[in-house]
C-alpha cells in the first residue's frame, strides 16, 4: 500500500498557513457559462497579460493563433483539426510557456494536443515554438478549459495533463483551485476508462488537497505503490523554468497520476 503522508501531512489544505511567497497566476479558468449560477463568483485564475509581447509575437497573435485556435461554436470534428495520422487526444490545462506541450506534440506525432492557457504571454511563446519546429498536432484553446472539456465528445481525452496550477494559498484564494469535484465531473466525463490524468505541483498542500479530492471522487483512483511513483517525473519528461525555479529554491516536486476507472 501507497505511504499516505502526502495526504496526511495536510489533508484537506486547511489547517496549513499559505505561504507568504507572491505565486504565478497561470492556471486557466475551469468553469463555464453553465455552472456559474450555482458559483457565481468563482475566477480560478489571474491575470491575462504580463508585460508587452514583442513585435513579432504580437504578429503570431494576430495571424498564427487564428489558424490554430479551435473552434468551440462547430461541432468537433477531429479530422478537420488534426492531421490523419492522430489516433487520440490528449488535453493541457495551464501549458504556462509550452515547454512540455511542445516537446510531446514533437515526440507523439500520433496524437493531437489541444492546449488550453488564458495568459497570452504564454500563448506567445507557444505559437513562436510551433513556427520554428513545424509541428502540426497542437491546436490552442485561449481561455476557460471548461468550454473544452464541455465541447469534447464523451470518453475522447486518452490523457489530461495539469501541470503546477496556481494554488492560489491564501485561505479565502481556495475556492479558485482548479482541482475540485465539479472539475473532476467534468474531466471524467471526458475521459474514457483507462485514461490517465496527470498533475504535478511543488505545492505540498495543494498535493494533498488534490489527494483528498481524487479520492472522494468515484471516477478516479491513485494508484502509487512507492514514493518513486509520485517523487520520480514520468518518462520523458520536460523540466520547464518554472519547475528548474522551484527546485533552486528548494521545492520539491511531486507527480501524481491518476486513472480513469
Not at 509581447?53 to 498564427?64: K, S
Not at 479565502?172 to 466525463?189: G, I, P, Y
Request: with cysteine; aromatic share 8%; net charge positive.
Amino acid at each position: 500500500m501507497a505511504d499516505r503522508s502526502l495526504l496526511t501531512k495536510r489533508t484537506e489544505g486547511e489547517t496549513a498557513s499559505a505561504r507568504p511567497r507572491q505565486l504565478s497566476p497561470r492556471e486557466p479558468a475551469c468553469y463555464s457559462p453553465a455552472m456559474t449560477d450555482a458559483l457565481p463568483h468563482r475566477r480560478l485564475h489571474g491575470r491575462s497579460k504580463g508585460k508587452a509581447l514583442r513585435p513579432h509575437q504580437a504578429e503570431l497573435v494576430e495571424t498564427l493563433l487564428p489558424q490554430l485556435s479551435i473552434d468551440l461554436a462547430s461541432p468537433f470534428d477531429a479530422r478537420s483539426l488534426f492531421p490523419p495520422r492522430v489516433k487520440e487526444l490528449r488535453l493541457e490545462i495551464g501549458f504556462g510557456g509550452g515547454e512540455h506541450l511542445i516537446d510531446a506534440a514533437t515526440r507523439e506525432a500520433g496524437a493531437g494536443f489541444i492546449g488550453c492557457e488564458p495568459f497570452v504571454n504564454g500563448v506567445a511563446k507557444l505559437l513562436a515554438a510551433i513556427e520554428q519546429t513545424g509541428v502540426q498536432n497542437v491546436r490552442i484553446h485561449r481561455g476557460d478549459a471548461a468550454l473544452v472539456l464541455d465541447w469534447l465528445p464523451e470518453a475522447s481525452l486518452s490523457r489530461v495533463y495539469l501541470f503546477y496550477p496556481d494554488p492560489w494559498p491564501k485561505r479565502r484564494q481556495r475556492k479558485r483551485r482548479f482541482v475540485n469535484s465539479e472539475t473532476l465531473d467534468l474531466l471524467a466525463r471526458a475521459m474514457p476508462r483507462g485514461a490517465e490524468l496527470r498533475f504535478a505541483t511543488d505545492i505540498d498542500d495543494y498535493a494533498a488537497w488534490t489527494l483528498a479530492r481524487i479520492r472522494a471522487h468515484s471516477a478516479f483512483s491513485w494508484r502509487a505503490t512507492s514514493a518513486l511513483d509520485w517523487t520520480r517525473p514520468w518518462e520523458g519528461w520536460t523540466s520547464t523554468k518554472y519547475e528548474r525555479k522551484a527546485m533552486a529554491e528548494g521545492r520539491k516536486p511531486v507527480y501524481l497520476t491518476f486513472l480513469r476507472h
